[in-house]
């Protein structure tokens, strides 16, 4: 079935999906006061890039700290908007008249943990980056990394498991 023969459903947020709002918005107005309050201190060289190992391997300007905050803003819209059209998804499985309920909310709810999960990481990653900058902190440590893949691929890895049981 095309998308564009998927019946649409009106789905009200589920008290999980505005738990999950509260958090993303909480990682906004976190990011956003955080660099407020830290730009005035910071050096003219900021970490720009974290290895593998944790520790930053590359350094620049001073206002590429502000990528984070801003991707997080375009994020959380982007991601808030297409949330809104769960009939216009790619599935694995036909959409029919009988799961496209469950599918729908599965697919909305996937999308707001990794949209919560994102920005929360996203805030990590500047509260780190600034811990660097100002001498406070060596970097992310070596754990960071697979903690981060385990968490998105984990959530994702969910969702396929739900999604396909309610096929």
Do not use: C
Not at 8 to 13: A, C, E, G, S, W
Not at 22 to 32: K, P, S
Not at 62 to 88: A, E, F, G, Q
Not at 144 to 165: D, E, H, K, R, S
């Amino acid at each position: 079935m095309k998308s564009s023969e998927r019946p649409v459903i009106d789905l009200p947020y589920t008290s999980q999906e505005w738990a999950l709002e509260v958090i993303a918005l909480g990682g906004l107005a976190l990011i956003i006061g955080m660099l407020s309050l830290a730009w005035f201190d910071l050096p003219a060289l900021v970490p720009t890039h974290f290895g593998p190992s944790g520790r930053a391997d590359a350094w620049g300007d001073k206002r590429s700290i502000l990528i984070l905050p801003v991707m997080s803003v375009i994020l959380y819209l982007m991601l808030t908007v297409t949330n809104r059209y769960p009939h216009k998804f790619n599935y694995l499985w036909p959409i029919t008249a009988q799961n496209a309920r469950e599918q729908y909310r599965l697919a909305r709810l996937l999308l707001a943990w990794l949209k919560a999960e994102v920005i929360i990481l996203f805030t990590f990653l500047e509260w780190m980056t600034i811990r660097v900058a100002l001498g406070q902190a060596a970097g992310l440590g070596s754990i960071f990394l697979p903690i981060v893949l385990g968490v998105i691929f984990g959530t994702v890895g969910i969702y396929f498991y739900f999604a396909y049981m309610k096929r």
